[in-house]
Nanobody, 115 residues
């Protein structure tokens, strides 16, 4: 089983930046994909960005060019660098790991962007 702990959320003004971190522990061998999802109040959870074990990345259209996902395998950590933040980025951000088809989730970290 994989345990995930997020950090780095907070309150920021529009146009600002934040970097989220997700540290993985436990049975981390052969994690295939790590990803960030977010859920705003009253909305469904959406996939924001994902990175495979080979380093391939993908993003939801609304964050392309502003967010960057990266992965430090030596530290078992995945990051989400968020620049040019907008009020509509306000949400709880969740880290997700997929290993052999099984999902693991972190507890979430709140990101609030003020206008």
């Amino acid at each position: 089983q994989v345990q995930l702990v997020e950090s780095g959320g907070g309150l920021v003004q529009a146009g600002g930046s934040l970097r989220l971190s997700c540290a993985a522990s436990g049975s981390i061998f052969s994690i295939n994909v790590m990803a960030w999802h977010r859920q705003a109040p009253g909305k469904h959870r959406e996939l924001v960005a994902r990175i495979t074990d080979s380093g391939m990345t993908s993003y939801v259209n609304s964050v392309k060019g502003r967010f960057t996902i990266s992965r430090d395998n030596a530290k078992n950590t995945v990051y989400l660098q968020m620049n040019s933040l907008k009020p509509e980025d306000t949400a709880v951000y969740y880290c997700n790991a997929i290993k052999m088809g099984v999902d693991s989730w972190g507890q979430g970290t709140q990101v609030t962007v003020s206008s």
